[in-house]
């Protein structure tokens, strides 16, 4: 296992479009979350789940975004009509539940709107 | 609500010096504390977790201590080099809040050789 994977690294489109990201955690690992950059800042939490179910979502997480991961596998994290006010870069992190629950992060997913 | 603060926001050093960075945390009921490296456009590299009931931890020339009484961390670097140069960021998780991390707006870091 290489660590947590994200795909795309980056990601332009134009502002209305829908944009989907995704995400594959360390796979012995049953915690995911998402988090946003924004240039200069701190990441921000967005959501997380435990296994397949999303246990909380953060204020930031606006009725455009939507994540899910389908059999606790791999999630998605989606936005629709995007603002140009989404261009951050977004990234997630894995960990295990119990014992030492390290957070592993991926390389993160760059979104422009243009 | 928990907020973490980094200060200095940046840091220019020579190399070789030994770097010290702050992070200070304001509700103590952590359950532990972690320290970042990220470089420019990356994601975050886990560098030290720091367990609620520890002190301190080091790995090679890192060493990290906890103060949860009067809400401090701080990350030391030994014998800096130009590859040291990077954002360093800490995040502190409260107890009973599902593990996520509340992050402070880091240390960008530059070593000159």
């Known amino acids: 296992d290489t660590g947590v994977s994200q795909d795309p690294r980056h990601k332009i489109t134009k502002r209305g479009q829908n944009v989907t990201f995704r995400c594959d955690p360390i796979?012995?690992?049953?915690?995911l979350y998402w988090y946003r950059q924004t240039l200069g800042q701190g990441p921000e939490f967005l959501t997380y789940f435990q296994n397949e179910a999303q246990l909380e979502k953060s204020r930031l997480l606006s009725d455009r975004f939507s994540a899910e991961r389908p059999k606790g596998s791999f999630s998605t994290l989606e936005i629709q009509r995007t603002e140009q006010g989404d261009s951050a870069m977004y990234l997630c992190a894995s960990s295990t539940m119990t014992g030492n629950t390290e957070a592993f992060f991926g390389q993160g997913t760059r979104l422009t709107v243009v | 609500k928990q907020e973490v603060t980094q200060i200095p926001a940046a840091l220019s050093v020579p190399e070789g010096e030994n770097l010290v960075l702050n992070c200070s945390f304001t509700?103590?009921?952590?359950?532990?504390l972690q320290w970042f490296r990220q470089d420019p456009g990356k994601g975050l590299t886990s560098l030290l977790l720091i367990q609620s009931s520890q002190r301190e931890q080091t790995s090679g020339r890192l060493n990290a201590s906890l103060d949860k009484s009067s809400g401090r961390s701080t990350l030391y670097i030994a014998a800096s080099q130009p590859g040291d140069s990077a954002t360093y960021l800490c995040?502190?998780?409260?107890?009973?809040?599902?593990?996520?991390?509340?992050f402070g707006g880091g240390t960008r870091v530059l070593v000159k050789p």
């Open positions: 995040a502190v998780v409260i107890k009973a809040a599902g593990n996520k991390l509340t």
């Open positions: 509700d103590s009921a952590i359950y532990n």
């Open positions: 796979s012995e690992h049953n915690r």
